[in-house]
């Protein structure tokens, strides 16, 4: 059965940078395109990045534009996200999600449990 | 990338319908026939209830289903049962090649 599984949360100051990992299995994961999507405390979800199955394009949220960058490592089944300059505004859970093709056209349908980034100085 | 525009709250009796509206642009859910909608329960992972507009996932009840009329997509819930109870966000695929999400409607099941 498919599993994502997020990692890398935790608390970070206003400014700093941080990694979020996402490993997957079950099923082919360089054949989809996989997305972040985050949601801060008590509030709705927020699309934020995607990337191609073998990574050739990407496209990000404005709110996330030039500060985050999402990148796969298609040999070792993991999606990740470099997140820089952080605000306290980028407080939230982060899931990743597959896609159902290997474009950004396609919808997503299973998602992780998600990791808690938390912004405080 | 504006958010989707969803009623904050819905409530519905036991066996009704309900359904939740999911206001767009010309440049997202009026383009293009990418609309999902997912269910949230309180700490858990957004589910898939429906894509493409109109299509279930294997799994999910018939009692939801889908459609949409210009800018606007909507989610009907029919039999309405406790377990229906959660939050449901749409999303739609835009003319950026970015996705956007609405923001999240509370059903209620008196």
């Known amino acids: 059965q498919v599993q994502l599984v997020e990692s890398g949360g935790g608390v970070v100051q206003p400014g700093g940078s941080l990694r979020l990992s996402c490993t997957a299995s079950?099923?082919?994961?360089?054949?989809?395109?996989m997305h972040w999507v985050r949601q801060a405390p008590g509030k709705g979800l927020e699309w934020v990045a995607i990337v191609r199955y073998d990574g050739s394009n990407k496209y990000y949220a404005d709110s996330v534009k030039g500060r985050f960058t999402i990148s796969r490592d298609n040999s070792k089944n993991t999606l990740y996200l470099q997140m820089n300059s952080l605000t306290t505004d980028d407080t939230a859970v982060y899931y990743c999600?597959?896609?159902?093709?290997?474009?950004?056209?396609?919808?997503?349908?299973?998602w992780g449990q998600g990791t808690l980034v938390t912004l405080s100085s | 990338q504006s958010a989707l525009t969803q009623p904050a709250s819905v409530s519905g009796s036991p066996g009704q319908s309900i359904t939740i509206s999911c206001t767009g642009t010309t440049r997202d859910v009026g383009l293009f026939d990418y609309v999902s909608w997912y269910q949230q329960h309180p700490g858990k992972a957004p589910k898939l209830m429906i894509y493409n507009v109109n299509k279930r996932p294997s799994g999910v009840s018939n009692r939801f289903s889908g459609s949409k009329s210009g800018n606007t997509a909507s989610l009907t819930i029919s039999g309405l049962q406790a377990e229906d109870e959660s939050d449901y966000y749409c999303s739609s695929y835009t003319s950026g090649s970015t996705w956007v999400f609405g923001g999240g409607t509370k059903l209620a099941v008196l």
């Open positions: 999600a597959k896609g159902t093709g290997r474009t950004e056209v396609y919808y997503f349908d299973y």
């Open positions: 079950g099923f082919t994961f360089n054949s989809y395109a």
